[in-house]
């Protein structure tokens, strides 16, 4: 079963204030995930590159501050948060002014001014901030929210048979953790019909030498951030990297 999961604003977030006044045409943005041009699924075997056996059983992360660039350099907000469930079907309908767009970018967790010190409470239970809407993605005692979270379990001993023993929890957070876009490049003219905009995350290329982070579940496969910041980091990287734009 598919379901489809729309993410209202917040409505006490700034960033709905600097909403364009004049929106006239749908667009629907859509986030999903591949491994190796498939598509991504949990509770799936799948293979990295270093040649780990990854059975993945969660994945989420927070995308920020959604924003359309035209090709004159208007810049357009379009979503403050996402929380992006690859269980799920991830889709926002938005509305955006007609205008040939070239770019999007974005932030990947939750920026600082948005992070430490926050009640989850202040927010409604329609956004992804707030007590309901996070989904546990918020640490108490750290009083900040989780930015990205992959769980499952590996098998990294590469001898056939082997169980799958070793633990996935990556759980990234921290205010250092926090990334950004400053382009992600597409091409759309939006117009008299409606439009889409498919943001797809690769995740093979997380779990890769190729990138420029080195995320080796063989050599760490859990963090909850202050008891291993560097795989944290790693991960939001690699993440960042991961990322791109199919219309």
């Known amino acids: 079963m598919v379901f489809a999961v729309y993410f209202s604003s917040c409505s006490i977030s700034p960033y709905q204030d600097s909403l364009p006044e004049q929106k006239n045409f749908t667009l629907s943005l859509k986030f999903d995930a591949t491994w190796n041009e498939d598509p991504f699924q949990l509770d799936r075997i799948i293979v990295d590159d270093y040649g780990n056996l990854i059975r993945p059983s969660l994945f989420m992360h927070y995308v920020s501050f959604i924003t359309l660039i035209a090709e004159d350099g208007t810049e357009v907000p379009v979503k403050d948060f996402m929380l992006i469930d690859y269980e799920r079907t991830n889709e926002a309908l938005v509305e955006v002014p007609a205008n040939k767009y070239t770019s999007m970018k974005f932030g990947l967790g939750v920026p600082p001014d948005f992070n430490k010190d926050q009640d989850p409470a202040q927010y409604p239970s329609s956004s992804p ?42 759980h990234a957070g921290d205010d250092e953790s926090y990334r950004s876009f400053q382009s992600l490049p597409f091409e759309l003219n939006v117009g008299d019909n409606s439009s889409v905009i498919v943001v797809r995350l690769q995740v093979d290329e997380i779990f890769s030498p190729s990138q420029g982070s080195d995320v080796n579940l063989a050599n760490d496969a859990v963090t909850h951030t202050s008891n291993n910041p560097q795989l944290a980091r790693d991960f939001m990287d690699n993440l960042t990297a991961a990322f791109k734009i199919v219309i």
Do not use: H, R
């Open 129 to 170: 901030l707030s007590v309901a809407g996070c989904q546990g993605m918020f640490w108490t005692w750290n009083t900040g929210y989780i930015f990205s979270k992959f769980e499952g379990y590996a098998d990294t001993s590469a001898v056939d048979g082997t169980e799958f023993l070793e633990p996935i929890a990556i």
